[in-house]
């Protein structure tokens, strides 16, 4: 989940698209191309690649936890990831249910529940479960990058 928090904002920035206009607004003085683009065909282009990249197309958990042995498991649950996890387990919660129609809070709030299970429960019953696709969501992520490199376009691909 995306988050950009200032002191001067009344509260985080949870949305990609209004965290890149933030930023282009804020830093008029930084060369380069804006994050946000102007022309329509360009900003529905933008659209598509935001939406490709919250999918569950280009999840990672299964690369990351995929190949971690019992006694590496143990210690994630043990560590500060752990206190992340359920942070953000809370947080999208709470904007889940202030906004339930926006489809990337639904999403990671899934997608994090199954972690967060997964890390505070049993964990061969749970890292059972939430790897059961494997190969799945390794093709999946391979078609994910695929999209992604074709959708990438100049200035932004460098």
Known sequence: ???????????PLVDTRQILEYLDQSRPSVKGPDLTPVDFQDQCRASALIELVHSNDL??????????????????????????????QTALEKYHSAD??????????????????????????????IFADTPAKYRRFAA???????????????
């Open 1 to 11: 989940m995306p988050t950009l928090a200032a002191s001067h904002l009344s509260q």
């Open 59 to 88: 999840e990672t958990g299964v690369i990351i936890f995929g190949c971690l042995n019992d006694s590496e498991f143990h210690r994630l649950q043990a560590s500060p990831f752990m206190n992340y996890v359920a942070a953000r």
């Open 100 to 129: 339930p129609t926006n489809l990337l809070y639904g999403t990671k709030l899934i997608e994090n529940g199954a972690l967060h299970s997964s890390l505070t429960g049993s964990p061969n019953a749970d890292r059972t479960t």
């Open 144 to 158: 994910g990058l695929n999209m992604l490199e074709r959708q990438i376009l100049l200035p932004y691909a460098v």
